[in-house]
Structures are given as structure tokens and as C-alpha cells.
């Protein structure tokens, strides 16, 4: 089945310590995103790809980047953690044109 | 900026009742989509129904429909026959017409069926 796939669904880290989140996805659509969603929350867009076009919001911080090499994988990467960056990172995507996002199923991030 | 707002955090109702959850919204834009979408204890998001507004019929899926009101910017979702399967965040959601590609959430209701 044509899917959103995230990697690690649990990831622990230190605070400081770099770490970075996968999302590959079966669907072959050009738009991906990146959403943060802390707990009890409403999830909050942190940037998207459009093609390999990086459209990124003007409050994520600069401390959170990413990365698209090709059209199937996208990553996710926080350079220094901070105790305040502890969420679900969801992963989703879409055609152009169709509207309809397609959510994978969060990583769960803790930053010790 | 685009506001969503679901004025009921949490709702709970028995199996097989209908229930009715409500979502407002402000734009200046006349073109635009609106969404429901389901977030289980699991966690993954799933979409349950969408509103193009420029369409004045409001969308069904089996058991799941709409009441859209584009001039009172009102975009309710019906469950009916509710099953345990139901439990779960749903959140609303609004996008602009094609070429501005992003989602804007409301907090959510977070929905319990009763045995």
C-alpha cells in the first residue's frame, strides 16, 4: 500500500545533542511537510518542500532544518535540542493541486 | 492570517448516538478548502472529510457529514450511528485555493464514544 513512513517513532535525546527524523513516502508526491505537534496541541506547520523548493515559516526557529534528496525522502533535523522542542513530528505529503494531505505516524521526540 | 477555532475540547456520547462537532473559521479569502481530520490514540492523522467552498453542497462520507456555512464561516462535522472506533482528536483545518499549500489547525475536540 502506498504509505507515509517515519523513522524512529521513539527517539530520546540530550539536550544539545543533534538528531534527526526520516520521512519517506510511497505516494510519489511532490510536497512534503513538516509539522510539530506538542502535547494536547494543535500540530504547527515548521516548513515544506515544494518539489525541492524549501518554503520555510517565518517563526520555526532557526535550529530546526531539513532536507529533501530526492523526491521519495525527506529529513528532519534539529541541530541542538532544547527541552521545548519535545513533540510529535509529523510527516506529510501531497500533490500539487489535490489539497488533501496524507499524514505518516509522528515520531515521538523527548529531549532529556 | 487564517483562524480556526473548535470551541469544544472535549465531547463524549454513547455508541450509536449522533453527535456534532463544531468548527468556525475566519478568512478574507473566497476560495478555500476545509478539512476534518481524525487523530486516534495511535496517533496518525487521517483525513475524514473535505469542503471545497466554492461548492454549496456539503460533503458525506458514509457515516460523516458537513454543515457548511460559507457566510457564517461555520464548517460542522456529523457523526452518525457512533461507534467506539470513532474515539479520537478531530481536528478542522483550512487551506487557501491552490498555490499556498498550507494547513491551519484548530486545537481540536477530543471525542469519546460510551459503550
Not at chain 1, 515544506?48 to 528532519?76: G, I, M, V
Request: aromatic share 14%; glycine share 4%.
Amino acid at each position: 500500500d502506498a504509505m507515509v513512513i517515519q523513522n524512529p517513532r521513539y527517539q530520546v535525546t540530550q539536550f544539545g545533542k543533534p538528531v534527526t527524523l526520516s520521512c519517506s513516502q510511497t505516494l510519489n508526491h511532490n510536497v512534503m511537510y513538516w509539522y510539530q505537534q506538542k502535547s494536547s496541541q494543535a500540530p504547527k506547520l515548521l516548513f515544506h518542500y515544494y518539489d525541492k523548493d524549501f518554503n520555510n515559516e517565518a517563526d520555526t526557529p532557526d535550529n530546526f532544518q531539513s532536507r529533501r534528496p530526492n523526491t521519495s525522502f525527506c529529513f528532519l533535523d534539529i541541530r541542538s535540542p532544547g527541552l521545548g522542542d519535545t513533540a510529535m513530528y509529523l510527516c506529510a505529503t501531497s500533490r500539487a493541486g489535490l489539497e488533501t494531505q496524507y499524514f505518516g505516524p509522528g515520531t515521538r521526540l523527548l529531549v532529556l | 492570517a487564517q483562524t480556526v477555532t473548535q470551541s469544544q475540547p472535549e465531547m463524549s456520547v454513547q455508541e450509536a448516538e449522533t453527535v456534532t462537532l463544531s468548527c468556525t473559521y475566519d478568512t478574507s479569502e473566497s476560495n478555500y478548502y476545509l478539512f476534518w481530520y481524525k487523530q486516534p490514540p495511535s496517533r496518525q492523522m487521517i483525513l475524514v472529510i473535505r469542503q471545497e467552498a466554492y461548492k454549496q453542497q456539503n460533503a458525506t462520507e458514509n457515516r460523516f457529514s458537513v454543515n457548511f456555512q460559507k457566510a457564517a464561516k461555520s464548517f460542522s462535522l456529523k457523526i452518525s450511528d457512533s461507534q467506539l472506533g470513532d474515539t479520537a482528536m478531530y481536528f478542522c483545518a483550512f487551506m487557501k485555493n491552490f498555490g499556498n499549500e498550507k494547513l491551519t489547525f484548530g486545537t481540536g475536540t477530543r471525542l469519546t464514544i460510551i459503550p
